[in-house]
């Protein structure tokens, strides 16, 4: 049975439940008290040493980090559909894994916890990139459905969360209408789930 | 021919050729003018949006972050050895492809942005975070040769380079004797090369 070591208003344990949704796969929750800490000590550490939510176990499988707990669900439960073997289309899914890990976890991820939970930051430097960011997004979307393919990928599942909570940091959509539109797209998914905010 | 649009002081660009000088790769480097500012305008931004080095093309295929990059490279000319095909070594893989992303990106690599470019960052944050993160990595390499593998795989070449350059930063290695055994296993392996600063 997979377990999956998650936290409810986690863009990025809920990006891990959201393919779990849409793959039609039972998994077992287990709530990760954040608040008191457990992530920063034994034995979740043991799970994950860099002390963070999603982590997940298959077996004697164990994985942190949500893009690579998406490559590996995709790969071993999902075909080709989700994340493509040729190289080409294996590296543009791989481009927004990356944008998903480091552009938008520092930008409207970050503007997600100060306002959420009081994360100390530079918020007009943070708002400022979120925009940079939505622009581009918007700009790539402009003419395509989905991100990375001509068909929804793990690309879209990695960047949709914390794209379609922006408003939890403040940010507003309201300019990009290509990214509105995406969002919506990816919530007519069959099997879509949504989380608090979304 | 593979052209890669290069830096050379770039970790993220070296990482790249360092790989295509494993695989024996010939490929042409173009170099981007960062201090005119040439990553941040046409004809840069048509190739990658994001305003970044590196950036590759191989006829067609136009692909930007230095990890899809690897990924790229490793499946399409590397076989299975640099980068594996099974889920759970995937996801191994994958994992440290995004602490090069993220942890690594946020920490020394942004330390050695800080001395090197005079990049303004909270730099007490910054080298805590760094020494914090060495901290995991050479826990998990004092069991093991390689990251995320029996055998060296891309997961060691994306995390390398800010690694073995950390003293670009002023951060010292010193207390972490796992890390520079590893740092000092991918100098030993055929085909490689180095960077200022390596």
């Known amino acids: 049975m997979l377990k999956l070591y998650d936290f409810l208003l986690s863009g990025n344990c809920y990006k891990v439940r959201l393919l779990l949704s849409l793959l039609g796969l039972e998994y077992e929750s287990i709530t990760v008290g954040l608040k008191a800490g457990e992530h920063k000590k034994p034995p979740f550490l ?47 899914v791989m481009q927004w894994l990356s944008t998903a890990s480091k552009e938008i976890a520092n930008t409207v991820a970050t503007a ?34 989905w991100l990375a393919s001509d068909r929804p990928t793990i690309a879209d599942i990695a960047c949709f969360p914390y794209i379609g909570l922006a408003a939890d940091g403040k940010l507003s959509l309201d300019a990009y209408p290509h990214i509105v539109a995406w969002v919506e797209r990816i919530k007519q998914l069959p099997g879509y789930v949504g989380m608090p905010g979304l």
């Open 46 to 92: 043991e799970l994950n040493p860099f002390g963070q939510v999603p982590a997940l176990t298959d077996g004697a499988v164990v994985l942190r980090d949500s893009q690579a707990i998406l490559v590996y669900i995709a790969r071993r439960y999902g075909g080709t559909d989700w994340l493509p073997e040729e190289a080409a289309a294996l590296g543009s």
């Open 112 to 145: 997600r916890l100060h306002y959420l939970f009081g994360t100390a930051i530079d918020i007009t430097t943070v708002e400022k990139q979120s925009y940079a960011l939505l622009q581009v997004m918007d700009q790539h979307l402009a003419t395509r459905h």
